[in-house]
């Protein structure tokens, strides 16, 4: 950003020193504008939102001096009463909402933090919370034998997806990740872990939900095709063993058995994800190394000062979820993942999110072009581009589009799920009495 002018009361103009296309991505997100009576206190200070408190007195709610970070002001609504960290969050009625109508219905939301679904799960079955947000897919099985219970699935901007490491000996070759690709039932994955409540997403899924609009119109979605990949294994000289160390599997074409580790959080769901990729790859000669080499999600998205095992490039495949950041705009998902700057090392700092090791400039300038195109049908030709490519290359293997899962007792009325703001439309919520 280069500088800002207001030529009137309600008019900003955003004068950037570079062209960004995705400029309306800086401005997204539940945050809302803040206040300039509140700021103008940071300034006066140090001018750091997280550390320089303010006083904020708004009537019926939050009286009390705090950093910015910490509470909320803004126009919709509910306003912030309380935080207790750790515990919980209580939102009051705002009587001046502009929204109109008589909302919002309720008086008061009361959020509190539960660190284990599980927990949700049973304050659900005893009634004493009304809904459950961010739930596990695995806990779709329980929710649907509670009869007085409203289960929401929200496809995500999301998918959970095997990263390949594209140094590691074996996976550099593509044919061999094609095979890995053909090889999983990631249908019967979906049908049997996640009840048929999501989607196979296309090769390349950086353009799918909210971001569908830059989507190829012929993106490639590979079927289940264990025979097929058998077939392209033999053909590049992948051998089935019949004896000796390598029994059961294969060897590469210089004699080495083809033996993978994989890696993952240590969520219930994903256990069993885990074991069905295992007996897929085994059905195809690939070996993956028991037992898995599952850490908690702190040591698995640290940073790779510290050790992290997906940007220290610790891993052969890794699985996982990733995201969106903005809705609808793919660039802060593809360029931070896919462009060869944004493979993170110690030397630039850990930069980006390009875990595993993709580099290739055919890429790089269809992400590049695609941040200068500011008209969006010139961007998505880009995006075309850079999904094509990314379906050649196959740096990692798509196996669903997450799901968010909600919860509610069916005396909650109103709710309209919502996959990036939870708390969405909560002035149209109200109990059946």
């Known amino acids: 950003m280069d500088s800002i002018d207001t030529p009137d009361a ?30 103008e206190q940071v300034w006066a200070q140090t ?31 509910f306003m912030f009463k309380e935080w207790v960290p750790g515990d919980h ?15 919002p219905f309720l008086t008061q939301i009361r959020v509190k933090f539960d660190g284990d679904p599980n927990q949700e799960l049973t304050e659900l079955q005893g009634n004493t919370i009304d809904m459950g947000l961010d739930m596990r897919p695995s806990l779709l ?43 999983i039932d990631r249908q019967k994955m979906v049908d049997t872990l996640l009840l048929g409540k999501t989607v196979v997403p296309p090769d390349a899924w950086m353009c799918i939900q909210t971001g569908s609009w830059c ?14 990949a058998n077939k392209i294994l033999n053909d590049a000289g992948y051998q089935m063993q019949t004896a000796g160390p390598c029994k059961g599997y ?6 080495r058995c083809v033996s993978l580790h994989l890696i993952s959080t240590t969520l219930p769901l994903r256990e069993e994800q885990e074991i069905l990729v295992e007996s897929d790859l085994a059905a195809i000669g690939i070996q993956v190394i028991r037992p898995f080499a599952n850490v908690p999600a702190s040591r698995m998205f640290g940073s790779c ?61 269809a992400l590049d072009q695609a941040r200068l195109s500011v008209k969006l049908s010139d961007r998505k030709d880009k995006y075309v581009v850079a999904q094509r490519r990314l379906a050649d290359l196959l740096p990692e293997i798509p196996l669903y589009q997450a799901v968010d899962v909600e919860a509610y007792n069916k005396r909650l009325a109103g709710y309209k799920g919502n996959e990036f703001w939870w708390m969405n439309q909560t002035a149209d919520w109200f109990i059946n009495q």
């Open 10 to 39: 309600y008019t900003v103009v955003v004068h950037f020193h570079i062209v960004y296309a995705a400029y309306l991505t800086l401005g997204t997100g539940p945050y809302g504008i803040l206040p300039d009576h509140l700021l």
């Open 47 to 77: 001018g750091d939102l997280t550390h320089d408190k303010v006083t904020i007195n708004i009537p019926g709610g939050y009286r009390g001096a705090d950093t910015l970070d910490k509470v909320m002001v803004g126009t919709g609504p």
């Open 89 to 103: 969050l209580t939102l009051v009625r705002n009587p001046h909402w502009w929204g109109g109508g008589g909302r």
């Open 141 to 183: 099985p329980p929710l649907s034998r509670l009869s007085d219970v409203t289960t929401v699935t929200i496809l995500d901007s999301a998918a959970e997806h095997l990263d390949i490491n594209l140094h590691n000996t074996f996976l550099m070759d593509v044919t061999l990740r094609r095979a890995i690709l053909m090889a």
């Open 215 to 228: 989507l190829d119109p012929n993106a490639k979605h590979t079927q289940y095709d264990p025979k097929g």
């Open 250 to 255: 294969r060897t590469d074409p210089q004699g």
């Open 305 to 365: 000062t510290s050790g992290g095992v997906i940007y220290s490039h610790n891993f052969d495949l890794a699985m996982y979820t990733n995201n969106y950041s903005y809705p609808a705009e793919p660039d802060s998902l593809a360029y931070t993942a896919y462009h060869s700057s944004q493979i993170p090392t110690d030397g630039n700092g850990c930069v980006g999110q390009n875990t595993t090791f993709t580099s290739d400039p055919q890429l790089d300038q």
